[in-house]
């Protein structure tokens, strides 16, 4: 394979990522707000079916976005109704949603399978996109793969250097005191839900008018992505540049799949395709094991050197949800 | 406090939730310009129209009672074994191999049945005490660990499908090789359904409701879902029992893989858990953990399941609206029960 193919492929693993990355960074403001929206995998599909239906019915690619937007939104709404103002739980109605989600897509999807319709253009930027290698893989993506990378350094500039990202913290680690601090718990996690919501529901037309334009229903290989975001969630530590790698890792994973596949002719590529998942998995494991109590009993009986040099690294590994998430704020 | 009017008032709210749910799947038919009558009558006859739909109702039932099952016993662990998909297929997966390595054999076909179906309960359990090993040992919440694990499940599959157990020739999505007549649990003549079948899904629910509503056993386990912290203090060995939980979760699941290979396909298929452990978990959600419920419930969503495959037949409708009426039924039946708590705390 010669280089030319090669970042050709790189630019289209950047691409393949916006839509992980909208769901990933939807997800990490929801949570860090202290509310779990397990619901993504439904969400995406839903929002994917819709917007393709809408832009089809249309003709507009920006209704298609917006009836993205509106049903991420929308399910979230649903979650952060039943759980902040119902104490319900927060997993129970997500899992609920996440299934009624990808049902309805298959339901009302069935009459749009394998249709045409609009696509999102490339819009390669003047001058920048003419430099040698960066430009062919950063310039000549899409609008919504432009925005994509923006979204990566909003979010952690929101989160990290912001006042209102501050309180966002403080509502997620210690609700009891950001509202003393007179932070309006409960309204402040239905905004974040929301939003949180319109970003995951933003996945959904990436895919069908842009990354994998089109529905072609069971077979669009979307379903699974949005537990994958839920997981990439995680290890990135709720952190959006964390975050960012760990959904670039994956897409870099897939690409790798499908490329490979030539050249191992005796595994099936449905094998190949969820490669990506144990890998996950064994990323989950090396986050969390700094977290476990036995990890720290083995340490204690090392030697310092060892000691030290195992800790550090778990250390720079490891990553520790909001402290609050998933558990309900009783205002008084 | 349960008096009279407060279990009358609870069972008009549980109206209303299967009302609003019923409302609400009218809509969407309506907007996928459906008859409504025409597609709910199409599920009737097809789940209770002739003996022949009522018995395939029956053996869509049997996984989803044994997923509900063993669901039950995580649940009252205060756990959520969204992994139980993983364990059905790798419970499939074991019975399919124990049967490849006996059918050769002088082995009377009862007893490679019998090894196959045990073989496929430690299978099940295997992967579940997997999704177990991860939360206890390495701090993955057991919804991260269980959906990872439910992938590798798959990909575990379909490499075995179009690699060492592909038919001969070509290995495709129809599966593997088909086991002879003589190593499938013993069917009704002239339906799908087998008794043996039915007897073990009546057999595994009796005994969870037992396990969790009689024994000491069931209690120790409820207090490690209630209050992780006051069991260990109460002198609970609470990972052991999560990991127990877990195992025994996994051994019905497998059980349910097993099913699905001796009595139902014959065969390893892709898609051999059909869905039924995520439906178990809705079945377990709807019924609010009470065993008691959970047959009925189970038998309902089946004759849902089976009903909604007339819909692409004859409303060209696709059959996922069962689906659809499913979840939007524990989601109204949790939303409606919000509201009810919220009215009678303000009162």
């Given amino acids: 394979m010669n280089t030319d193919l090669i970042i050709i492929g790189l630019a289209g693993v950047l691409a393949a990522a916006a839509p992980v990355l909208f769901a990933v960074i939807g997800e990490t403001l929801t949570e860090r707000a202290g509310v779990i929206n397990l619901s993504v995998n439904g969400t995406i599909l839903l929002s994917a079916m819709g917007s393709f239906a809408a832009a089809y019915l249309t003709g507009s690619i920006v209704v298609g976005f917006l009836a993205g937007m509106v049903i991420g939104g929308l399910t979230a709404l649903i979650i952060a109704f039943s759980s902040i103002t119902l104490h319900q739980s927060q997993v129970a109605v997500g899992f609920v949603m996440a299934l009624v989600g990808r049902d309805l897509a298959y339901f009302l999807g069935s009459s749009y399978m394998g249709v045409s319709g609009p696509r999102l253009p490339a819009w390669n930027i003047p001058v920048l996109s003419q430099i040698p290698l960066v430009g062919t893989l950063f310039f000549r993506q899409d609008l919504i793969t432009y925005l994509s990378f923006l979204l990566i350094f909003v979010a952690w500039l929101w989160i990290f250097k912001t006042r209102p990202g501050l309180m966002l913290q403080g509502i997620g680690e210690r609700p009891a005191a950001a509202f003393v601090r007179g932070a309006n718990v409960n309204r402040l996690r239905y905004l974040y839900t929301v939003l949180g919501g319109v970003l995951v529901g933003l996945a959904g037309p990436t895919y069908s008018l842009s990354v994998k334009a089109g529905w072609k229903g069971t077979i669009s290989g979307l379903d699974g992505i949005g537990w994958i975001a839920l997981a990439i969630t995680i290890f990135g530590g709720w952190n959006p540049l964390r975050a960012a790698f760990g959904a670039y890792l994956f897409a870099l994973l897939q690409w790798l799949g499908v490329v490979l596949q030539s050249s191992l002719p005796g595994i099936p590529s449905q094998v190949l395709q969820v490669a990506p998942f144990p890998l996950m998995i064994m990323a989950l494991l090396l986050v969390n094991i700094g977290n476990t109590e036995w990890i720290e009993r083995l340490l204690a009986g090392m030697p310092e050197s060892t000691r030290r040099l195992i800790a550090r690294l778990l250390r720079a590994l490891r990553a520790s949800p909001p402290a609050a998430l998933g558990v309900p704020f009783e205002q008084e | ?347």
Wanted: with cysteine; proline share 5%; charged share 10%.
């Fill in chain 2, 1 to 347: 406090m349960v008096d009279l009017r407060a279990r009358w008032i609870n069972i008009g709210f549980q109206v209303l939730a299967i009302l609003l749910a019923l409302l609400f799947t009218t809509g969407i038919l309506l907007l996928a310009g459906a008859p409504p009558l025409e597609a709910y009558r199409q599920i009737l006859t097809g789940s209770i129209g002739s003996f022949n739909k009522i018995s395939d109702v029956l053996v869509a039932w049997v996984p989803l009672l044994l997923s509900a099952a063993g669901l039950l016993i995580t649940f009252s662990a205060g756990l959520w074994n969204i992994g139980i998909e993983g364990q059905i297929t790798l419970g499939a997966v074991f019975t399919t191999w124990v049967l490849r390595s006996l059918q050769d054999t002088t082995l009377p076909p009862g007893l490679i049945i019998t090894a196959g179906i045990l073989g496929g309960m430690l299978g099940g359990a295997l992967w579940a005490s997997l999704a177990g090993a991860l939360k206890t040992f390495g701090g993955v919440n057991e919804i991260f660990g269980g959906l990872g694990l439910n992938f590798v499940a798959t990909a575990i599959t379909l490499w075995l499908i179009f690699g060492p157990w592909k038919r001969p020739g070509i290995g495709s999505m129809s599966g593997t090789e088909p086991f002879p007549a003589q190593l499938s649990l013993p069917l009704l003549p002239g339906y799908r359904l087998s008794p043996w079948a039915v007897v073990l899904g009546i057999a595994a629910i009796v005994l969870v409701y037992m396990l969790l509503q009689g024994t000491y056993f069931g209690l120790k386990l409820k207090a490690v879902g209630k209050n992780i912290r006051s069991a260990f203090l109460l002198g609970i060995p609470t990972w052991q029992y999560m990991m127990l939980a877990f195992i025994l979760c996994g051994a019905l699941g497998g059980l349910a893989g097993a099913i699905q290979v001796t009595a139902v396909y014959h065969r390893l298929i892709p898609s051999i858990s059909s869905g039924y452990g995520f439906l178990g978990l809705l079945v377990a959600m709807l019924v609010n953990f009470r065993a008691i419920w959970a047959a009925p419930v189970a038998l309902f969503f089946a004759a849902l399941n089976i009903g909604s495959i007339q819909l692409p037949i004859v409303l060209k409708l696709d059959s996922s609206l069962s689906g659809v009426l499913q979840g939007v039924l524990v989601l109204f039946v949790l939303i409606v029960d919000g509201i009810r708590q919220r009215l009678i705390h303000k009162t």
